[in-house]
């Protein structure tokens, strides 16, 4: 007969064998059907293209669709509060800009979800330029030419952006901040009724991604102009337009970025997974001459680099919302 101590060391044993065939079987099983990426912007923005995009072949790589799930509300508040609440398993992503991550977060004391706790980032996919633009009939053409304009009359021009708090509304005040000029800002409830009233020449100026406003730049007849590009480096579908940095105001970058991210607790093997799967994804030639081609720029980081832009990022947002006095109404 086995000795006690004997018997727990061969059942021991057996329990390993018996589970030797299923270690690692959450990346070998995984996944086992469609992924659901969470967009929370309505279709059509710049966000909903680029998840589109990388969906389809993130989906390829993975071996099971990605499908869109847009759930637009409340500044990205209600599809990141919906990620961050799922179950960790893999199966439920999020794909958003730095509204969801640090300028939300700058602005309410109050969200239901943390944007460093309720996250693990699987990458960033795209880099969303912004550019400060002007109604055609407006006499100015670049940024040295408004800022002599606002300085004769300090309190004759508005600017326009897609929304109160959003990356649009942070970069205009960045930049009055960096000239030492300052516009009334005028928030629109998106950027389609922004750019109406530019092109109508309701108001001077508006800052916008460059995706919103290329249709209207090579339209027939433009009744919009670009000034400048708030980004580190010119836009691919811009060349021709200059960078605050190159009007004179080296180091400034202000514009937006895109990342995917899952719920926080997804096991290290799925996510290990996810984040090849990405990055493989991101260096096919496609995925890349597409988001140009919409105005996006291709911009691939790993989880631990949009981790680290995150929480460096953020307190940086909070100085300029409280001192811009950049409030949520």
Do not use: C
């Amino acid at each position: 007969m086995m000795k006690p101590r004997y018997e727990k060391r061969f059942l021991l044993a057996m329990a390993l064998v018996l589970l030797a065939p299923w270690a690692g079987v959450h990346a070998q099983g995984y996944p086992s059907k469609p992924v659901q990426l969470v967009i929370p912007f309505p279709p059509g923005g710049a966000t909903d293209i680029a998840g589109r995009l990388v969906a389809k072949k993130l989906g390829e790589r993975l071996g099971q669709p990605v499908v869109i799930d847009n759930r637009p509300g409340a500044g990205t508040v209600v599809g990141a509060a919906f990620v961050a609440k799922a179950a960790p398993d893999g199966y439920t992503l999020l794909i958003s800009s730095g509204s969801t991550f640090t300028v939300n977060p700058a602005l309410m004391p109050k969200l239901p979800y943390d944007p460093i706790k309720s996250f693990e980032p699987v990458g960033m996919v795209a880099r969303v330029p912004l550019v400060l633009l002007a109604n055609v009939d407006v006499p100015i053409n670049d940024l040295k030419q408004l800022i002599t304009a606002v300085r004769a009359a300090p309190d004759k021009y508005m600017y326009g952006s897609f929304g109160n708090g959003t990356t649009g509304h942070f970069a205009g005040e960045m930049l009055w901040s960096t000239t030492g000029i300052k516009l009334q800002h005028i928030a629109y409830k998106g950027s389609a009724p922004a750019m109406n009233d530019l092109m109508a020449g309701q108001i001077p100026f508006t800052i916008d991604t460059v995706a919103a406003a290329l249709p209207q730049l090579k339209a027939a007849k433009p009744r919009i102009k670009a000034i400048a590009v708030t980004g580190e480096s010119r836009a691919t579908q811009m060349p021709t337009v200059a960078t605050v940095a190159e009007s004179g105001f080296k180091g400034f970058s202000a514009d937006s970025w895109l990342a995917i991210a899952t719920p926080k607790g997804v096991p290290a093997d799925v996510k290990a997974k996810l984040q090849k799967a990405l990055a493989d994804t991101m260096k096919d030639p496609e995925i890349r001459e597409k988001l140009v081609a919409n105005g996006l720029e291709s911009a691939w980081e790993p989880a631990a680099a949009v981790a680290a832009r995150i929480e460096n990022e953020l307190p940086r947002m909070r100085v300029i919302a409280l001192r811009s006095n950049i409030r949520i109404d």
